[in-house]
């Protein structure tokens, strides 16, 4: 079993920025692919970045350039930088892990807002 917690969700002012944190317990992180997702209100959850057990990482196209996912496997922990954050970002961010079986954490609220 892999569970995940997240953290460091918020709110901020638009243009503002949030650092995101994924913890995972068990030994097996280092070959784990990680992702995070985000679900609004009234929308479907949506891949926002995901770094392979590799380093290979991938972006949504409405956060590249803007958001960054990095992992440090000594720590058993992924990242989301988050800059430039706009209205639209607003939502419940969840952390995800998988390799055969998928893991869920329980999710940040993520709110930018004046």
């Known amino acids: 079993q892999v569970q995940l917690v997240e953290s460091g969700g918020g709110l901020v002012q638009p243009g503002g920025s949030l ?5 995972a317990s068990g030994s097996i992180f280092s070959i784990l692919n990680m992702g995070w997702y985000r679900q609004a209100p009234g929308k479907q959850r949506e891949l926002v970045a995901g ?3 590799g380093g ?3 972006y949504a196209d409405s956060v ?3 958001f960054t996912i990095s992992r440090d496997n000594a720590k058993s922990t992924v990242y989301l930088q988050m800059n430039s954050l ?3 970002d607003t939502a419940i961010y969840y952390c995800n892990a998988r390799r055969g079986i998928t893991y869920w954490g329980q999710g940040t609220q993520v709110t930018v807002s004046s």
């Open 19 to 23: 650092r995101l944190s994924c913890a």
């Open 51 to 53: 770094i392979s057990s």
């Open 56 to 58: 290979n990482t991938n």
């Open 64 to 66: 590249k350039g803007r």
């Open 86 to 88: 706009k209205p639209e």
